[in-house]
């Protein structure tokens, strides 16, 4: 009877709704418990499933070449449950035979380099690759990116992968399971890839500067990882281009991020690193989030370049290299910015949808189209160059800075980072930049048992005829998402959140004043709306 039980489906597996684990185009789920009201989702056998659902994809995108099995690389953030995870995707990839290669702690940009290296020795390139990763979101939570040489996966590959792995689940039976789990230790091999990684990162730099040994001698970089994946960048990639690097910080993986969350967007974040650098009296700062595809800097004044002055710093770059391209941003970027780009720099600004991958398959598909883009790049940090395969990776963003003070060195140029802060200068910036979030009340009856989506949908259509109907305001000529409207010397912008029930609200002006006037022309459209809950709005706006 116990042989007969073995091959049955387990029966003590929850039920799961795979889709609900779908987050764009990526995958993320609870891991570990200790929050209320958060149980976990990612369990070992969910993630099993995820990770052969992953191995079906590939080997039917692939395939696969009769002459050796498809190779799958994983590798993981500084997570506490990260070596679960590891284990339980690795067993995934096992059982559907192929074989698993191990980086063990390594930034996301640098898995999907993986699949491009060509380096036997390294067992490269592989086939597909995996992140283990939820980016800057609290320790109980983990999640997956998925690569193949064309790039991260989309949101209709993602969905596939969930589907595949709900029938993979149901179909577990206790032999199966046994059977990867022997299969994974038999097999896995386990490779040092980020030292292929950081080393042409370094390569970079020196070639930038004619070929220097060590082209950032003397200039002082501190390193701030919020104690995820970017520690690797101070002994790794700067000590060896002649950085002095004392002072860098938070630079040991602790997955339950004690120091402050890994964030460039986040200000108690930001202001760990402008605190470093004054403190140290470096000439730059550079701040990373967990796994590495966002980023930040700080100049030798604390002056931050993130946000829109990132953006502004990283298009002076490229548009020097590239004259007259087009940058292609996401939607909540400034109407300064635009000017900046076009009257400052001679380039075009491409405002397109909130999401990094979005804001990168638009720039692909305008290169097809025959309009040339080589910057795709996120008020969020994440930014992503055509030299680099559209990759969106924070430390070849932080490399092409570090390629300017290079550069500028080598022609005799000093003043430390003061040539980056240079190439900014003109950008107009608000007074005033708010982000106020109206959430959408799910079960309220105004809804009437439609989804959230709709409703925002409503919420959007309305305050559109409203800005129409408003003299004071002009709607946003071209728009991609949401309602865009400027006025009163500012803008605001109101869109429906890609995941949540929520509709954030941008506003950027000159002066407070300013910035309530666009608040109120906001507030009495949506009024109406008995299920939007505006209460972060009206605090802004009361007198």
Sequence with gaps: MAAASSTTAVPYLDKVDFLKLQNGSDIRGVAVSGVEGEPITLTEPVTEAIAAGFAAWLLEKKKADVHRPLRVSIGHDSRISAQMLQDAVSQGIAGAGLVVIQYGLASTPAMFNSTLTVDEAFL???????????????YNRNGFKFFTNDGGLGKADIKDILERAADIYNNFTNESLMKSKRQACESVKKVDYMTVYTSDLVKAVRKAAGNIEKPLEGFHIIVDAGNGAGG???AKVLQPLGAITNGSQFLEPDGLFPNHIPNPEDKVAMKAITQAVLQNKADLGIIFDTDVDRSAAVDSTGREFNRNRLIALMSAIVLEEHPGTT???DSVTSDGLTTFIEKKLGGKHHRFKRGYKNVIDEAIRLNSIGEESHLAIETS????????????????????????LASARA???????????????GLQEPAVAVELRLKIIQNHPDLKGGSFREYGEAVLKHLENSVDLDPKLQKAPVNYEGVRASGYGGWFLLRLSLHDPVLPLNIEAPSNDDAVKLGLSVASAVKEFAALDTSALDKFIQP
């Design 327 to 329: 940058i292609v941003t």
């Design 381 to 404: 940090g994440h930014g992503a160059l055509k030299e680099n395969h559209w990759l969106d990776d924070g430390a070849y963003l932080m490399v092409k800075l570090l390629n300017k």
């Design 411 to 425: 022609s005799g140029v000093g003043g430390g980072s003061k040539v980056l802060t240079n190439l900014v200068e």
């Design 232 to 234: 690797f960048f101070s």
């Design 124 to 138: 490269c390139p592989v086939d597909g690759a995996i992140m283990i990763t939820a980016s800057h979101l609290p």
